[in-house]
């Protein structure tokens, strides 16, 4: 069982940065769980569904966006320390959201945007950008 947790999110003005991190497992045996699986972002705004953010897949070689994002957010990992990183530039009001990480359902797979295809989920992390 694969455990995420993620922390990062606070409020802040558009036009700020912020880094959103999620860490694997850590402290626990599982963290070896991490090794192979490429990792996706997504967010869900009041009233709205769940949206990709983008993905990383492992061991961290390509990433993918949402075009509401591309060329404002970037996604890294740190495989040493099972961590996934989101780093957003030029917030904007729209991008309030809670935000989760998720672990891809499938080893050593390209990871897609659909979240059914995702099986671990973090708890989510607020960010909400005042304008």
């Known amino acids: 069982q694969v455990r995420l947790v993620e922390s990062g999110g606070e409020l802040v003005q558009a036009g700020d940065s912020l880094t959103l991190s999620c860490v694997a497992s850590?402290?626990?045996?599982?963290?070896?769980?991490?090794?192979?699986?490429?990792m996706g972002w997504f967010r869900q705004a009041p009233g709205k569904e769940r949206e990709f953010v983008g993905s990383i897949n492992w061991p961290g070689s390509t990433t993918n966006y949402a075009d509401s994002v591309k060329g404002r957010f970037t996604i890294s990992r740190n495989n040493v320390e099972n961590k996934v990183y989101l780093q957003m530039n030029s917030l904007k009001a729209e991008d309030t959201a809670v935000y989760y990480c998720?672990?891809?359902?499938?080893?050593?797979?390209?990871?897609?945007?659909?979240?059914?295809?995702?099986?671990?989920w973090g708890q989510g992390t607020q960010v909400t950008v005042s304008s």
């Open positions: 998720a672990m891809y359902a499938k080893m050593l797979q390209a990871p897609t945007s659909r979240d059914r295809d995702y099986n671990y």
């Open positions: 850590e402290g626990t045996e599982d963290r070896y769980m991490f090794d192979g699986y490429s």
